[in-house]
């Protein structure tokens, strides 16, 4: 029996399972089927043996810091995020970081990853975009091919998300996202039909916005119509979370799973709808075929000694996510060759910003864990450098407009060891009577849907944390508080700070108060903060911002900073994002850095002109500094190895090879989505196809940083690119190019391919991305790059027609070394079959 024939064989065999089980299920366990049987677990048929499945949130790591719903707690890799992952342009590096991924899921003990996030990067101020992967499908899609595969080879599923045009946070709950069909199919669609039908995804999760005017979670001709019966999807369609408004209707437009349980719109009102005949049994049926088909892919219905192993944060782990993270940085500029440092001269580096001691890894939002340790770059340099350099540390300004959560090291809990306040936990409004949970929460930022941390706090339950609080300076002090419910913060048994709110509000405004109080350093403050969630309420969120806001008049911080680069060979100063200013649940309100980074960066680049940027922030910035330092990285969000991914690329032992996967304006107004952005209850996506790179070609306007941009430390020579001049319809075009390292290091090149349809009857693009490859070259090394380009690399989608079109003419194909580098062109004739 040959790999095919092996493969038929195994689907046959699991659809008579799944009509076996189907067979003996009643109308009740079907429907029980089709809901949470709380936030993060599918429900169970004890009665046939089918089991439940465990979800847990990614995509960059395995989110599982709070015992919710019984779940299994430990510290996990943090790998990069996406937006990082795919500045990698290496399929291949994340097929093996999706395998560790997968490895990971399933040694905590959970059998679906939520992840991969390919939502196109439509608006650089979207909160989300560290989660997403690229401003171009194609680039995506390759990139989410080899997620998908990795991850499930460990009989782990990912849940393809969010489907569809989740493009930003601004009103994403109950937001219309107006797009016209060409340009849905083309930007928004083509990555997810790509991952579909190549990397065969177990799950997909919908978005919660509308798409014209029908909510994702019941959108009939994107559930039904184009994912399942055109691309063939087989897999179970998950609501994200609360994302689902209805009964029928969403069980008839494709929904499969509701979450998080228990039930809200299926249950007994899904019972009730098929024994009025609302809805017919074969239409539930269905749905539960791919929870089943679920099931038994995850192998939960077998053997457990015939499931790969799971493993968790372990060395190898650890490496593969240095490895990204050196692959990823991304260097922007360097003038006279001033990096790689030059060690045999240095001997002295001022190390300059917050970011240096406090780097974000991730960004905000149910994608953010804990990791077991990160690595800064101030660690990562000392490490590298040892004594060979003095290396000085000042933090010259803050990069927060209000104040980062609050630190655990900051605070005792009142029982037991350890960082954080002591938690305990109530059935009910009031308080009252023996908490059925106690513990230590290090971290103060909590979020239950319907059920709290334990299945005894269903409906109303209340939450109190009793502490002390430590400063470690002298001064001003700001608290914020962030919370659905009613919440109290106490300070030494005095009411500080007083939340009330009945209801979440739209789009996640929870109720915020804020509190500045002198503090002293070293003395013990008692801190009680208390949570009430009622009966009517689908979320129970706290969160506690706390920092020191030094007066202005008082604040010498970037005095110093330039002090010392002033007396220091180099300064390097690591500038970025505070903790969750790039978060899920709101967008950014800005394209700057925040607080008066830019100021700090042109004071020390007057002090000392060798001074070099160093970003921390996954969204493209402006940089009014720009011509005034020499060198400019972005580290993006690298992860827990981030340190020492760093530190080994301004050395020169890893040379960079990172490019951006997104364009970097000069500013807001000269991004496509500028005049229709952020909309109110519609969101017209009046830019049409012409999104990131498409839109600066076919405007001629000057990006700051073009797609596809990135430096090396040595150079590359493109020549004898090879196209045939004629090509019939339908057949494949075989493209090869020739590319030497003719610089004095080893480094990695990637190769783009562009095609541009020179005359077409609708407007496309003047060139649209369709190949790429990354490629390690020695000193004097040449390599001949080959590409392969099917009949869809140059068809675009005809919504008069409503289907895919190639057009006879002429051809011109592209290759360089970004979207504005192209070093080679050749033209062809696509000619009728």
Known sequence: MNLREQADSKVVAIEQRVEDLLCKLTLKEKVMLLSGKDSWRTAAIDRLGVPSLTMTDGPHGVRSSQPDSGRMVSPATCFPTAISMTASWNPDLIEGVGAALGEETRALGCEVLLGPCVNIVRVPLAGRNFECSSEDPYLAGRIGVAYVKGVQSQKVAVSLKHYACNNQEAERFRGNSVVDERTLREIYLAQFETIVKEAKPWTV??????????????????????????????????????????????????????????????????????????????????????????????????????????SLNTSEHQSLARELAEE?????????????????????????????????????????????????????????????????????????????????????????SGHGLWGEYFDNPDLAGKPVLERLDPKLRMWWFQTGPTEQMRGAFSVRWTGTLTVPGT????????????????????????????????????????????????????????????????????????????????????????????????????????????TEGHDRPH?????????????????????????????????????????????????????HAIAKILTGEVNP????????????????????????????????????????????????????????????????????????????????????????VAGKEVVQLYVSDKVSSLARPPKELKGFAKILLQPGESKVVSFVLDQRALSFYDPYQKRWVAEPGEFEILVGSSSRDIRLKATFNLLDA
Not at 241 to 265: C, F, I
């Open 328 to 416: 990823s940085i991304t260097l922007l500029k360097n003038a006279h060759g001033i990096l790689p440092l030059n060690l045999d001269t240095i001997r002295s580096i001022a190390v300059i910003g917050t970011n240096a001691t406090d780097m974000r890894i991730s960004g905000g939002g149910s994608s953010n864990l804990d990791a077991p340790y990160q690595v800064t770059p101030l660690e990562g340099l000392k490490t590298k450098l040892g004594d060979r350099v003095q290396i000085h540390y000042e933090q010259g300004c803050d990069n927060f407009i209000e104040p980062p959560l609050i630190k655990s090291a900051y605070l005792t809990p009142a029982r037991g």
């Open 657 to 744: 090879s990172g490019k951006l996967s997104v364009t970097y304006p000069k500013r807001l107004e000269d991004t496509p989505a500028f005049t229709d952005y952020p909309g109110s209850k519609d969101v017209f996506y009046g830019e049409g196809i012409f999104v990131g790179y498409r839109y600066c070609d076919k405007r001629d306007i000057e990006p700051l940083f073009p797609f596809g941009f990135g430096l090396s430390y040595t150079t590359f020579e493109y020549s004898q690119l090879q196209i045939p001049d004629k090509v019939k319809l339908g057949e494949p075009i075989r493209v090869s190019v020739s590319v030497k390292n003719t610089g004095r």
């Open 475 to 582: 001064g001003r002090h700001t608290f914020v508080l962030f919370s659905s419910g009613v919440c109290r913060l106490y300070l030494d048994n005095q009411l500080l700070l007083e939340n009330r709110t009945t209801k979440l509000q739209a789009d996640n405004q929870f109720n915020r108060n804020t509190a500045e109080i002198e503090l002293v350093q070293g003395f013990s403050y008692h801190l009680r903060m208390e949570l009430v969630k009622s009966v009517t309420e689908d979320i129970a969120h706290i969160k506690l911002l706390f920092g020191a806001t030094p007066r202005p008049e008082e604040d010498d911080r970037m005095a110093r900073a330039v002090e010392l680069a002033k007396k220091s060979d180099v300064a390097i100063v690591f500038a970025g994002m505070p903790e969750e200013f790039e």
């Open 205 to 310: 999760m919908c978005s919660y916005n509308r798409i014209n005017g029908v909510y994702a979670s019941e959108h009939n001709y994107l559930l039904n119509e184009i994912l399942k019966d055109e691309w063939g999807f087989d897999g179970v369609v998950v609501s994200d979370w609360n994302a689902n408004h209805t009964t029928v209707a969403s069980v008839q437009g494709g929904l499969d799973v509701e979450m998080p349980g228990p039930a809200k719109y299926y249950g007994n009102l899904l019972v009730e709808a098929v024994q009025n005949w609302q809805i017919d049994e074969a239409v539930l049926d269905n749905a539960v075929r791919r929870i089943l088909r679920l099931i038994i892919r995850s192998g939960k219905l077998d053997d457990p000694a015939l499931l790969p192993a799971g």
């Open 591 to 643: 394209l700057e850095l925040p607080g008066r980074q830019a100021e700090l960066m042109q004071a020390v680049a007057k002090a000392n002109k060798n001074t070099i940027v160093v970003l921390n922030c996954a969204a493209p910035v402006t940089m009014p500094w720009l011509p005034d330092v020499p060198a400019v990285v972005n580290m993006f969000y690298p992860g827990l190895e981030g340190g």
